[in-house]
C-alpha cells in the first residue's frame, strides 16, 4: 500500500520510527529480531508496533518470509530502496511538513551526538561547519562524489573490522550577497 507524502511525514517523524529507519540505511534487510538487537533501548511491543504502522504506512516493504515456530518471520527494507522521500516527493510537502522532517532529522543526530560525547575513544563524535562557493553543476559533482566514495566503502573489500559509522548532512544556500560572486 502507498502512503500520501503527508501520512509518510507523520509516519516518519515520530522519534522511534526514525532509529528504526536509520537501521535500514546502508544494511537494507531486518526482520524485526535483527531490529530488537540493533536497538535494545525500545521494548520490543513498541518496536513491532511502530515497524507494522511502518509497513502498513507504505514506508517498509516485506522482502521475504519464512515460517518459523508458532508464526511467519518477515524480513523488511525500505519501500523506495533508497531513502525515505524522494527529492520530487520533499517538493511536494508544505513548509511545516518539512520542518517536521528536519527536526526529526535533528533529534535524530543531536540524540546520537550527545551520547557519544562521552565516550573515551577518539572518533567517536566530529562536526564542522563549512562554507564554499560552487556552481550547481559544480555542487552536484560534489554530491556525486560523496556517493560514490559511500557506495565504495559498502561494496569493498574491508582491510579490518568495520565500525557502523553515521554522516549527517545538512547543506544549503545562503542568502544572497552572503558569499556570492
Not at 79 to 104: P, Y
Not at 142 to 160: C, H, K, Q
Amino acid at each position: 500500500m502507498a502512503a500520501k507524502e503527508t501520512d509518510v511525514t507523520a509516519l516518519v517523524t515520530h522519534p522511534v520510527r526514525v532509529r528504526i529507519l536509520k537501521a535500514f540505511l546502508g544494511d537494507g534487510e531486518h526482520t524485526p529480531n535483527d531490529l530488537r538487537r540493533l536497538l535494545p533501548e525500545i521494548p520490543p511491543a513498541s518496536l513491532y508496533r511502530h515497524v507494522r504502522a511502518l509497513h502498513e504506512g507504505g514506508v517498509l516493504r516485506v522482502v521475504r518470509e519464512r515460517p518459523v515456530p508458532g508464526g511467519v518471520e518477515r524480513r523488511y527494507a525500505l519501500a523506495s530502496g533508497r531513502g525515505l522521500i524522494s527529492q520530487e516527493s520533499f517538493a511536494r510537502l508544505t513548509a511545516d511538513e518539512r520542518r517536521a522532517l528536519f527536526a526529526a532529522f535533528l533529534a535524530d543526530v543531536a540524540a546520537n551526538v550527545d551520547a557519544r560525547l562521552d565516550a573515551p575513544g577518539p572518533g567517536e563524535v566530529s562536526f564542522a561547519h563549512t562554507a564554499f562557493e560552487a556552481t550547481d553543476s559544480e555542487l552536484r559533482i560534489l554530491l556525486a562524489g560523496v556517493n560514490r566514495l559511500i557506495a565504495e566503502l559498502r561494496s569493498g573489500t574491508p582491510d579490518g573490522p568495520r565500525i557502523r559509522r553515521s554522516l549527517a548532512t545538512v547543506m544549503y544556500t545562503e542568502p544572497s550577497g552572503t558569499g556570492e560572486r
